[in-house]
């Protein structure tokens, strides 16, 4: 974070004068004209507009310039976040590679997918599944809130299903993770099945509190599932102190543009792609604590969630060659948990873990 930035937020953060505004007004305009050609001037652009949001309403034409200028079909985008960013591509297949392996062996297996989202993920497990499978039936329990990207999923599922060498159940469950009940799942399950893997990809840090995330994996745990995998950004989101959490989230999302300027997507998408991320950087940035919905968390967090519950931590992952990219290393730092670093900093952490 440049100094001029860090300088006004702190001084935002005591007592926003409104020759403070004026600076942040000056400050905006500077980078806004900057953005398009320079990477740092469109980050500091981000942060910027949501910290004066934070202060100010928002000015509908302001969002114009800075959003809507870089704009590309979410169904683009989409793609770009599954297929070609890497944070995404690589933990999808990590996590795959994982799933296969616990349930290489078991004629009937159940996926439980929670975050299941347009199901790419999941399809992708079905194809990459090969003949030689023991594998006879898999059912596929999708929980995504959003209907519309619940009823792709299991078109997805049931296109991927289509090759597969075995036969392929999905049960969707529409429903909020934070709502979800232990009922739920133990209704959608088949009367039958040798193995049970839990899969939670970037979904539990929209679980607003702590007493809810205990719960969600308290209920899990309740499953008695094989394998639970865990995929979560390691960043504190969820700090009280505003100043602290802009600091945080300023590190975390300044690695994902620096990620992002590294693909070779063009300009255009190149930055379609960041905007995308500056709606999560406003939700961090910009809104109060009861309206926000990106709430990550340290990764220690997130194991002591799993030790408090009952989870134990301690198998390890297979990292091939198709999982590595020349921006993201993958470290094992201890068996079941894998970092996926950018620039020495930690950015995603995938747990394998079980009862």
Not at 24 to 53: G, V
Not at 54 to 63: G, I
Not at 156 to 164: C, G, L, N, T
Not at 278 to 298: K, M, P, Y
């Amino acid at each position: 974070m440049s100094g001029d930035l860090k300088d006004l937020l702190g001084k935002l953060a005591c007592h926003p004068a409104p020759h403070h505004l004026t600076r942040l007004r000056q400050l905006i305009e500077y980078n806004t004209e900057r953005a398009e050609n320079e990477p740092q001037a469109f980050l500091d652009m981000q942060f910027l507009n949501a910290i004066y949001d934070r202060f100010m309403p928002r000015d509908e034409k302001r969002e114009h310039l800075y959003l809507k200028r870089f704009e590309i079909p979410q169904i683009v985008l989409f793609d770009l976040l599954i297929n070609q960013f890497p944070l995404v591509s690589m933990s999808h297949g990590i996590v795959n590679d994982a799933i296969k392996h616990v349930i290489a062996e078991a004629p009937h297996a159940v996926l439980i997918d929670i975050g299941i989202g347009r199901g790419i993920q999941a399809a992708k497990l079905i194809q990459s599944i090969s003949d030689a499978t023991r594998l006879k039936t898999l059912t596929v329990i999708g929980v995504e809130p959003f209907q519309e990207a619940l009823t792709h999923a299991g078109e997805m599922v049931a296109k991927a299903a289509e090759q597969a060498p075995f036969k392929v159940i999905f049960i969707p469950v529409n429903c909020l993770v934070e709502k979800l009940m232990p009922e739920q799942l133990l209704s959608a399950l088949p009367d039958e099945f040798d193995k049970l893997v839990v899969n939670a990809s970037l979904i539990a840090h929209h679980i607003p509190s702590t007493a809810e995330r205990i719960a969600f994996f308290d209920m899990v745990r309740q499953m008695q599932p094989d394998a639970l995998l865990l995929t979560e950004p390691d960043s504190n989101h969820m700090e009280s102190d505003w100043r602290q959490r802009v600091e945080n989230a300023y590190t975390h999302y300044g690695n994902i543009f620096s990620i992002i300027d590294q693909l070779a997507i063009g300009d255009f998408r190149r930055n379609g792609l960041k905007a995308f991320f500056a709606r999560e950087i406003q939700d961090v940035v910009s809104h109060s604590d009861d309206q926000r919905f990106e709430r990550h968390e340290r990764t220690s967090r997130w194991l002591e969630y799993l030790a408090k519950t009952g989870f134990r931590i301690g198998r390890q992952f297979s990292i091939g060659e198709t999982w590595k990219a020349k921006e993201i290393s993958c470290r094992q730092e201890s068996p079941g948990l894998l970092a996926m670093r950018h620039k020495g900093i930690n950015m995603i952490s995938i747990v394998h873990a079980f009862v």
